[in-house]
């Protein structure tokens, strides 16, 4: 999954402190509240834009260098070391503009990998602590899918209105292929808004009725987030339909149970708000968090650290 070289946070907020009653997309802002910086959400401050840019200049000047050495006619020249290229930058700032144009997509490559790198170095010290921090969250209930004695627990916290929760579906669900039988998903609903609370209202009946055909809506409703979100009611029978699910029974349950249901989809946003999560989607692997839509390779880390545990 490629990411921008100047990354927003991956998540769909909820701002205030009374409650998540607000759900603002990242690079706005609404109610005076300001998004969180990616050394919130990532949980290492990263390196500066600018010390990238002067290491990779650096790196692809050495290249530049040495390779010009390398075919010198005279046997006895040695490549420049790291002092000289550091003095000829300095005594010749317009090398950087050069090499910095001639480069260009060599240099965002380095500065990508440098920034996953990080990143990822970042999430492992992360990850170790969260080990030793037990999180207890509710999952009776809730819509899962795997065995129930997999080796690893993978439980989300999201909404079908989230942007960055459609993304982050599609990346659950390439992970649930890569390992076959080894991991148990459970979905919690943390809502913001009463359209993710319908949302989240007809996936756990859907689940009631038929699981298998409830995880159908559920990659329908993500598949189809914008025009859910324009014509909700409508949509929802239609996809309930397309899923093979009854829909006329489904509003029937809904209801006739809705303080039920409402009192999952509460506990569910009073576990993430116990926990410190503060947006979706949110993931915990085990006991390890992984915050917002993150590449499946980050997944893929927690996973493999969690089955050797």
């Given at each position: ?40 959400y990532q949980g290492d401050v990263p390196m500066s834009l600018r010390q990238w840019l002067f290491g990779a ?221 503060s947006g979706t989607p949110y993931f915990l692997v085990d006991n390890m968090v992984i ?19």
């Amino acid at each position: 999954m490629a990411l921008a070289l100047l990354p927003r946070p991956p998540f769909c907020f909820m701002f205030g402190s009374s409650g998540p009653a607000e759900r603002v997309l990242p690079g706005r802002r609404g109610s005076g509240h300001r998004p969180c910086s990616p050394a919130e959400y990532q949980g290492d401050v990263p390196m500066s834009l600018r010390q990238w840019l002067f290491g990779a200049a650096l790196a692809v000047l050495g290249m530049s260098f040495s390779v010009a050495a390398a075919s010198a006619d005279v046997a006895s020249a040695a490549a420049p070391d790291a002092a000289a290229i550091r003095q000829a930058l300095k005594d010749h700032p317009e090398i950087v503009l050069d090499v910095l144009r001639d480069n260009s997509e060599t240099l965002l490559d380095i500065v990508q990998q440098g920034a996953d790198q990080r990143r990822r170095q970042a999430l492992l010290r992360q990850w170790q602590d969260d080990s030793r921090n037990v999180k207890q969250v509710a999952l009776d209930g809730r819509p899962s899918r795997g065995p129930a004695d997999a080796p690893v627990t993978l439980v989300a916290f999201s909404d079908f209105t989230c942007a960055y929760c459609q993304q982050a579906a599609f990346t659950v669900e390439t992970l649930l292929k890569r390992y076959p039988g080894k991991i148990r998903y459970v979905y919690k609903e943390s809502v913001g808004t009463e359209l993710g609370r319908l949302g989240a209202r007809w996936f756990l009946a859907a689940s009631r009725q038929d699981p298998a055909k409830a995880w159908r809506l559920y990659a329908l409703l993500f598949d189809a987030q914008q025009r859910f979100m324009a014509d909700p009611q409508t949509v929802l029978t239609e996809l309930a339909a397309m899923a093979g699910l009854d829909a006329k029974a489904i509003e029937a349950d809904l209801k006739a149970n809705a303080k039920s249901y409402d009192e999952i989809i509460d506990a569910d946003v009073a576990d993430a708000k116990r926990l410190g999560f503060s947006g979706t989607p949110y993931f915990l692997v085990d006991n390890m968090v992984i915050r917002g839509a993150l590449p499946l390779e980050n997944f893929i880390d927690a996973v493999e650290l969690a089955l050797k545990q």
